[in-house]
């Protein structure tokens, strides 16, 4: 395998972008190849630390692009050379979008094609990586979210290749289907829902008033598709986050202007609410997402936080089957709930965002896709890696109690729980969470080489 580098300097940090073509389709079924991308940063006197690997979450989402340096990625740089690595599919590595996608064929052909972007072949794009840059040498990991299901895959797949592995809010169950995740995110959900109309009270009013008015009014979004209720309800995603709830406190502010005597979304609102409802800067979230709790169980994930929504009926939206409720206004008035849905994605999602539109079947063939097993349980009951996970007991996302049922399973694997952080806990005080990862795994590996000496 050839690698391009290219080599330049900023402050005390020199950057190596790496760039490498490897198979599309590892198994050989789809045809083609794939650029993959990532940038090696290197603190001054500090070339020769360990090499650490850094899996960003999503799926669909890129290494982050440090301007300005700072935070986690600062304290990791006093350790390690640090390797952002673009998973394929985002940033630098073949972004995919929907125009790529479509045009590999009818939705059959643009499935295998998505099919091929799933966290098994991140972690041997990656190997490829370590084995030109280092040999036979391991190199330690760190994931944040989806990339913390990457490395806990990483653990079981190539284990050969891992020096340590740390883990933020991204501890998945490796046994069970997907509805076991989203029975658990929707109560999680519910339950931040209820925290921040309790922190602000005012807010469920202005909440409603938007929410009947979409109902009655073609009100469009930067996008060009209609605002609806459905969608308006997404906007909880951000609940995850510890600043979630005063996120959707000012951004519903003041969201009506009015013209003519009659009132109207302003601009500026409807400009808000796309850049959160849109997935055309990231589709690979919208139609890949819910594979990343594929191959756990033999069956496909069938759209399970849609399917699991059923189970909550205060989260049904007006005028479907599943709620009482023939209009928001009837609910409004009967002073029912506007509840935001969290991390969850739809199959009728697919089909209103136009950045996931052209790509609306081959979704549906995902998610009733079969996919090989991700885990190997063996593999992981064996496992000798220093490992080391903070698990947030009030993650919105990644549900606590089957972090813990993984750690179990996983020997060596020392988590750290706590009710201090949600889902965002590394970006808010990313230094102390990887100075105890840090520690607990150099004790680890300082063990292992005791033992052998001996």
Wanted: proline content about 7%; hydrophobic content about 40%.
């Amino acid at each position: 395998m050839t690698i391009h580098t290219e080599t330049y300097r900023i402050g005390n940090d020199t950057y190596l972008d790496h760039s490498y073509t490897v198979p599309l389709d590892r198994v050989g079924q789809v045809p083609g190849t794939i650029d993959i991308f990532a940038r090696e940063l290197v603190r001054d006197g500090n070339e020769k630390k360990p090499r650490l690997v850094f899996f960003q979450g999503g799926p669909g989402s890129p290494a982050p692009r440090p301007v300005p340096m700072g935070g986690w990625i600062d304290w990791l740089l006093g350790h390690y050379r640090v390797v952002l690595f673009d998973q394929r599919g985002t940033g630098a590595s073949s972004p995919l979008e929907a125009a790529v996608v479509t045009a590999q064929g009818d939705p059959n052909a643009q499935a295998d094609y998505l099919a091929c972007f799933r966290a098994d072949a991140i972690i041997d794009d990656a190997e490829d990586l370590r084995q030109h840059l280092q040999g036979d040498e391991p190199w330690h990991v760190l994931g944040q979210s989806f990339g913390g299901f990457i490395n806990t895959a990483y653990l079981g797949r190539a284990p050969h290749g891992l020096a340590s592995v740390m883990i933020t809010a991204g501890l998945p169950s490796i046994t069970k289907h997907a509805t076991a995740t989203y029975e658990l995110t929707w109560e999680s959900t519910g339950k931040r829902n209820r925290d921040m109309y309790d922190q602000f009270p005012g807010l469920r009013e202005r909440v409603w008033d938007v929410a009947v008015h979409v109902e009655n009014h073609d009100e469009r979004l930067v996008t060009g598709e209609r605002l609806s209720p459905a969608r308006l309800r997404m906007l909880g995603l951000v609940l995850g986050y510890s600043y979630g709830p005063q996120t959707l406190r000012f951004l519903f502010d003041h969201p009506f202007i009015t013209v003519r005597g009659e009132k109207k979304l302003s601009a500026a609102f409807l400009n808000r609410v796309t850049e959160r409802l849109s997935f055309a800067t990231n589709p690979i979230y919208g139609v890949l997402h819910e594979s990343i709790y594929s191959g756990t169980t033999p069956e496909p994930t069938a759209w399970a936080a849609h399917r699991q929504r059923d189970n909550h009926p205060r989260f049904a939206i007006p005028g479907t089957d599943q709620s009482p409720y023939a209009s928001e206004a009837e609910a409004r008035d009967d002073g029912a709930e506007f509840l935001f849905s969290g991390e969850h994605v739809f199959p009728w999602q697919m089909r209103e965002d136009p950045a996931l539109a052209p790509m609306a079947e081959a979704a549906d063939l995902i998610a009733n896709r079969p996919f090989d097993k991700l885990y190997d349980l063996e593999a992981l009951a064996n496992n000798r890696v220093p490992a080391s996970a903070w698990v947030f007991w009030d993650d919105m996302f990644v549900p606590a109690s089957l972090s813990l049922e993984t750690a179990d399973r996983i020997p060596g694997m020392q988590t750290i729980l706590t009710n201090d952080y949600h889902h965002d806990g590394l970006r808010s005080d990313g230094p102390m969470l990887l100075e105890r990862m840090h520690g607990i795994n150099e004790r680890a590996r300082a063990g292992m080489r005791g033992r052998k000496l001996s």
